[in-house]
């Protein structure tokens, strides 16, 4: 095959890739606007259920122990759910290790301030769709989602918290 050929051959395969991921839909399985589905976990202070939360605004972030980026959202979250605590924000952290030893670990080293929840068989990922970590999911305090967000970087830190204190202000 000569080169020329290799190289639209290539381009080709490329092309095809890039349009099948343009119509394989939303990487979520929820959308905004979606019912949150309900969920039952044991926690670190108890049974986490997520209609017990009802009226509030919700912050889901699903997270593992070996996730760099889920112990850099860690600290923004304890700031949050200490900020907005008073106006209905709660936090819930679903960690998803296999061991719940592995997260008690990294809970030791990096204390939560909020709610911690562990799917250890990892359903409740699976239900909300999620594709990597930290996934985290806003509810607002209808129990529908607001948003979606994939992974955590600092500098997502302003645009999460805009969209924590809008749903806050929404339907009080």
């Known amino acids: 095959m000569s080169n020329i050929y290799r190289n639209h051959f290539r381009g080709f395969i490329l092309l095809v890739f890039f349009i099948c991921m343009n119509f394989s839909?939303?990487?979520?399985?929820?959308?905004?606007?979606?019912?949150?589905?309900?969920?039952?976990?044991?926690?670190?202070?108890?049974?986490?259920k997520l209609s017990t939360t009802a009226g509030s605004v919700v912050y889901v972030d699903f997270w593992a122990s070996w996730c760099g980026p889920c112990r850099q959202s860690f600290s923004w979250m304890n700031a949050m759910q200490e900020k907005y605590r008073a106006q209905g924000l709660q936090i819930i952290g679903v960690n998803l290790d296999a061991k719940n030893e592995d997260a008690k670990k990294f809970l030791a080293q990096i204390p939560a301030k909020f709610t911690v929840a562990f799917d250890s068989k990892g359903l409740t990922p699976k239900i909300y769709g999620v594709k990597g970590m930290p996934t985290s999911f806003l509810i607002g305090r209808d129990g529908r989602i607001v948003f979606q967000h994939l992974g955590f970087k600092e500098s997502d830190r302003e645009s999460l918290e805009k969209q924590i204190k809008a749903a806050l202000e929404a339907n009080k």
């Open 25 to 48: 839909g939303n990487i979520y399985a929820l959308d905004a606007g979606s019912k949150a589905p309900d969920f039952e976990l044991p926690g670190t202070k108890g049974t986490v």
